[in-house]
């Protein structure tokens, strides 16, 4: 399908405008509800905040327990993924570290990698296998690589969905009840009808595209990252190619004041972009 320019949500004659490349490898965009983008950088362990209003961007935490995939929940505690001990954190407001989960059935997990939360405050994670240099190990104690759920009193974990091979990007619509998870090796998007209970069915292949991390608008189209970012409408589409001057683009979210600026993050750096669409996770 070719990309249709008046289908496309990019702002008429935007173009991605560079923040800053300052880092070594820029991941897993959150916004909180002012609009502000934390964002990690993981090979230097910290979480960094892009305020919306300043453009500028400080240290949030140092020692950040190497934290992938980020989302705010809707009291504004930062969920992460963090990926030096296999775990999965919140962290308040006021910075204080809890660790939710270390693992399942008394296994460690191959390392969460990026996390969504529902209505309910359920939470949906993808748990691949990366050898990290800062592992002792040397091999996943799992010997699959699942898409788990996180109940939403956050007391029980179950897998809900697996026949991955490196599950990475996840993105849902509790409005639509879908939820999109990339598997990036084998090169698929696929996606899922999310149940009252939490659990996955219809699995469906919805693009011939991997991704790292993705995000929705409120159009209902879905961005896969990569070669830069490309978008696919609702149906499977493909209405978009945002180019990116770096060699890997990681993650994409919304955020500014009215959630209409598409955040990157990709390779050392971070872009900004002015959209017509707008994201779904805040109610602006």
Same mark, same amino acid.
């Given at each position: 399908?070719?990309?249709? &320019?008046?289908t ?10 560079l923040?800053?490349?300052? =880092? ?5 965009p ?5 609009g502000?983008?934390? =964002? ?5 362990n ?5 305020d919306? &209003?300043?453009? *500028? ?9 190497r934290s ?18 296999? @775990?999965?954190?919140?962290? *308040? ?16 997990f ?10 309910k !405050?359920?939470f949906?994670f993808?748990?691949?296998?990366y050898q990290?240099e ?6 996943p104690?799992?010997? &699959? ?6 109940s ?9 969905a ?10 849902? *619509? ?5 939820l ?7 090169e698929?998007?696929?996606?899922? @009808?999310? @149940? ?15 991704s790292? !991390? ?14 830069g970012?490309?978008? =696919?409408?609702?149906? !499977? ?17 919304? !955020?500014?004041a ?9 390779s ?17």
């Amino acid at each position: 399908m070719s990309c249709e &320019k008046h289908t496309s949500p990019v702002k008429d004659g935007a173009k991605p405008e560079l923040i800053s490349d300052e =880092f070594i490898f820029t991941e897993g965009p959150a916004s909180d509800k002012e609009g502000n983008v934390y =964002f990690t950088d993981q090979p230097n362990n910290q979480i960094l905040k892009w305020d919306a &209003k300043s453009n *500028s961007i400080s240290v949030y935490m140092k020692d950040a327990g190497r934290s992938n995939g980020m989302y705010f929940d809707d009291d504004q505690n930062l969920w992460t993924c963090a990926d030096e001990n296999f @775990q999965l954190w919140k962290i *308040s407001p006021d910075k204080e570290v809890s660790v939710v989960l270390d693992g399942h059935e008394n296994k460690a997990f191959n390392g969460p990698n990026d996390l969504w939360m529902d209505e309910k !405050g359920g939470f949906y994670f993808t748990d691949p296998y990366y050898q990290r240099e800062y592992w002792e190990r040397k091999s996943p104690e799992m010997e &699959k690589r699942k898409v788990y759920y996180l109940s939403p009193d956050h007391k029980t974990v179950t897998p809900v969905a697996e026949g991955f091979v490196l599950p990475n990007g996840i993105i849902g *619509s509790s409005k639509d009840q879908v939820l999109y998870v990339s598997d990036v090796s084998k090169e698929k998007v696929y996606k899922y @009808q999310i @149940q009252d209970n939490g659990t996955l069915t219809d699995k469906e292949l919805f693009a011939d595209m991997g991704s790292d !991390g993705m995000t929705l608008d409120n159009e209902g189209n879905l961005y896969v990252t990569g070669d830069g970012v490309v978008v =696919f409408d609702k149906e !499977g589409n493909k209405i978009d190619h945002i180019q990116i001057d770096k060699e890997w683009t990681g993650n994409v979210t919304f !955020g500014g004041a009215n959630e209409d600026i598409l955040f990157i993050t990709a390779s050392d750096a971070v872009y900004k972009l002015p959209m017509k669409t707008h994201g779904i996770r805040w109610n602006h």
